[in-house]
């Protein structure tokens, strides 16, 4: 039976389907929708299902439950695997118990991403981690799957990298049997196992490549790495999402070339590759973001045809996500021919007024800004980091001038006030100073400097689509749990100057603004009113009686 | 249809119902038994800013997006938000367009928007009062997108018979309003 699933959707389908026992999460799009799915269905099929405070802690409870022998998926967005990396390299070298995978989605043309333009692929080598890469919702689920089957095999974490158009895909995806779960697990302990200590660590090191070794001779075989296409001299070789836009241009042209599509971005198939291109007079590796698949062909075709002309990142961009107008070109260049543009509007030059995302109506945030901008003394410095109060930097409010990532709303204040003078006031979300905001609170007080921090408590994790965080008193699951209180954590960091106000008092707001702007200490103001999207849903599900 | 495949680019604003409505057609298809691929936005984007979604129906679908200059059909859930449909357009993609305005802090003139539309589409151009007539008719601005869908699909503007849309509606949209939205769907029926 098939039915139609978007990416996210098949990757939790296949996880279910793989007989999933533990998953641990932290929302970020466009990997948001594998969390909340399973914070509706986890009770259902007997799995357990966390929304961590961070990336890393996600990573974390998911190794814990995989050394205890429990079947795990952890589920992120690319920049949560920076933030998790410190757990995951090591987590490589210890191996798994209970199989695990890891689902990092990227976002290439950075459609949700206020960071950078990120490429996980890189993760593969520093980790030395197994990396497989779906191009359709479809092969999202049994690539799933497949991460699972090659984990139990070699006790490896795997990845499945993703990009926004493979999480936000549709298609009609074959559904199979879900296999039961259970959540019982137990640690035995094993020290040479767990315990990543020298002179032990470098053992362990030789042994993750050892093993490494030995799936790359599974790849050469894998049906994942496929060669599709007819005979001829000049050949492409691709993965992920990129494959289906070469599809699409050859369909267009009528050409049937020789292509070699990997599902394996580690280990790469080498020999599979080595005798792809042996025949060949030239190759074009579609790729998108950073060209190291093209790397490596490199190195591989000087061993067996140093003629081969190698074409990539010559023919196509570095930066931006691909489609069929952006591979079409390429292929036609590289085969002499002219690529027939399809757009008909000639001279596409008009100017259509940019409708920015904004605040919602009611947003409790709308009255934070307003109130600092009234306030605000020429010249003051605003910061900010990752949520909806990104949205600051966007008209009509323009009050943003610096963005770098989760919690960076703080900690750059803080060097900042370090060394001058200059009035600074920075927000942050409830869910980024649970996230990585409390260390850079910790050291602004214990380092002694005075920015003003405003935390924008909307009681959720408003801009992924409203996941629950620690502040809510519910967890994934929707269990109730402790309520943690922002102030109480502010104060025992050590900070002397905390109000909770609701920003809707906006007189007592900007009247502590003033104040506290002044102050020789570190202040905070805790901005606390709930998302009125939410707020709206919560009044609505209560008429529905639900 | 044969081998070629039917695309369609929905345009409009975040909150506008863009990906429910692409979930119905994209069901509506399977049930005629079409292959389907589709490609949507979240997170960020869909903050009240623009957004578009893509649809592609036929035997055999590859890619999820709509390539330039290739959209059978274009529809418009907002009236400013059709021009940056244009460049999916060529000279027979129909453009089925809501004539409702969500303005913004330097728009442009509804005036000068019409002067573009019809300086830049030289082909069928239907413009319907689609939230307006939802409003009037059920209170709620934001059931024009169904309306919209159901009237192509009562015109023929899409490979699918109204019957697979009504199926599709009953499928995707949550019970609580699904007889809200099957009453915009019977208003299209009944549209001129």
Not at chain 1, 203 to 231: I, P
Not at chain 1, 409 to 425: D, E, M
Not at chain 1, 459 to 466: E, K, Q, V
Request: contains cysteine; charged residues 25%; positive net charge.
């Amino acid at each position: 039976m098939k039915k139609i699933l978007l990416g996210n959707e098949a990757i939790v389908q296949g996880a279910l389907e793989a007989g999933v026992n533990f998953v641990s999460a932290y929302p970020g799009t466009p990997s948001s929708e594998i969390g909340n799915i399973f914070g509706d269905i986890a009770k259902k099929h007997g799995v357990y299902f966390e929304f961590s405070t961070n990336e890393k802690v996600a990573m974390e409870a998911s190794i814990g439950a995989s050394f205890s022998g429990l079947k795990c998926l952890v589920a992120m967005k690319n920049f949560g695997l920076n933030v998790a990396s410190e757990a995951l390299i090591p987590f490589c070298y210890t191996g798994t118990k209970g199989p695990t995978v890891i689902i990092v989605a990227d976002d290439p043309s950075c459609w949700s991403s206020g960071q950078s333009e990120q490429n996980t692929r890189a993760f593969a080598y520093l980790a030395h981690i197994p990396m497989l890469e779906p191009s359709d919702a479809q092969e999202a689920k049994d690539f799933t799957k497949l991460g699972f089957e090659i984990s139990e095999k070699y006790n490896l974490p795997v990845i499945i990298r993703i990009t926004t158009r493979v999480a936000h895909q549709r298609m009609p995806v074959e559904i199979g049997t879900i296999k039961k779960s259970s959540t019982k697990g137990k640690f035995v302990k094993d020290v040479k196992k767990y315990v990543t200590m020298p002179p032990r660590v470098l053992e362990m090191k030789e042994e993750l490549l050892e093993k490494m070794d030995k799936l790359g001779g599974d790849a050469e075989k894998s049906k994942w790495n496929v060669l599709t296409g007819g005979n001829g001299k000049i050949g492409i070789i691709t993965s992920g999402v990129s494959y289906l836009y070469i599809k699409e241009v050859l369909d267009k042209l009528g050409l049937n070339m020789p292509t070699l599509k990997l599902g394996f971005f580690n280990p790469l198939p080498r020999k599979k590759i080595s005798s792809f291109i042996k025949g060949l007079d030239k190759v074009l590796i579609v790729e998108e973001l950073e060209g190291w698949l093209e790397k490596e062909v490199n190195i591989l075709a000087k061993q067996v045809n140093p003629e081969l002309k190698i074409h990539g990142k010559d023919v196509l961009p570095i930066s931006r996500e691909f489609n069929a107008d952006i591979v079409g070109p390429a292929i036609a260049k590289i085969l002499g021919k002219k690529w027939k543009k399809s757009l008909e509007i000639g001279n596409w030059k008009l100017e259509i007024p940019k409708r920015y995302p904004r605040l919602c109506e009611g947003c409790p945030y709308w009255f934070v800004f307003s109130a600092v901008k009234e306030v605000a003394p020429e010249g003051t410095i605003f910061g900010g980091g990752i949520g909806c109060y990104m949205l600051a930097g966007f008209p009509p409010h323009g009050i943003q001038d610096y963005l770098l990532c989760m919690g960076s709303s703080i900690g750059v204040a803080h060097g900042i006030k370090k060394n001058s003078k200059q009035k600074l006031i920075t927000f942050i979300g409830d869910g980024s100073f649970f996230h990585a905001g409390i260390p850079a609170l910790i050291n602004t007080v214990y380092n002694k400097s005075n920015p003003l921090i405003i935390i924008m408590d909307n009681r959720i994790t408003a801009m992924t689509g409203h996941q629950p965080n620690p502040g809510m008193g519910k967890t994934g699951m929707g269990e109730n749990s402790e309520e943690i209180l922002i102030e109480d954590i502010v104060k025992a960091c050590g900070v002397k100057h905390v109000r909770v106000i609701d920003p809707k008092n906006i007189s007592e707001l900007k009247a502590t603004i003033k104040e506290f702007l002044d102050k020789k200490e570190v202040s905070v103001i805790v901005s606390k009113r709930i998302c009125a999207l939410w707020e709206r849903r919560l009044k609505r599900s209560e008429k529905h009686g639900k | 249809m044969g081998n070629k495949t039917f695309n369609i680019v929905i345009t409009g604003t975040g909150g506008q119902g863009l990906i429910t409505l692409l979930q119905i057609v994209a069901e509506a298809a399977t049930i005629e038994g079409f292959d389907v691929k589709t490609a949507e936005l979240h997170g960020l984007s869909q903050r009240g800013g623009s957004v578009n979604t893509h649809i592609r129906i036929g035997e055999k679908v590859y890619s999820p997006l709509v390539p330039l200059g290739s959209a059978d059909l274009i529809l418009s859930l907002e009236y400013l938000e059709t021009l940056r449909a244009i460049p999916y357009s060529n000279s027979k993609t129909t453009f089925l367009i809501n004539c409702y305005s969500l303005p913004f802090v330097g728009t442009i003139s509804e005036k000068e928007i019409d002067r573009r539309l019809s300086e830049l589409i030289k082909s069928d151009k239907i413009i319907i009062a689609a939230s307006e007539v939802c409003r009037k008719e059920l209170g709620k601005d934001v059931l024009g997108g169904i309306y919209l869908i159901s009237y192509a699909a009562f015109k023929g503007l899409l490979p699918i018979k109204p019957e697979s849309i009504k199926k599709a509606i009953a499928r995707i949209i949550p019970k609580k309003y699904l007889d809200i939205n099957q009453k915009a769907y019977k208003l299209a029926k009944y549209a001129n």
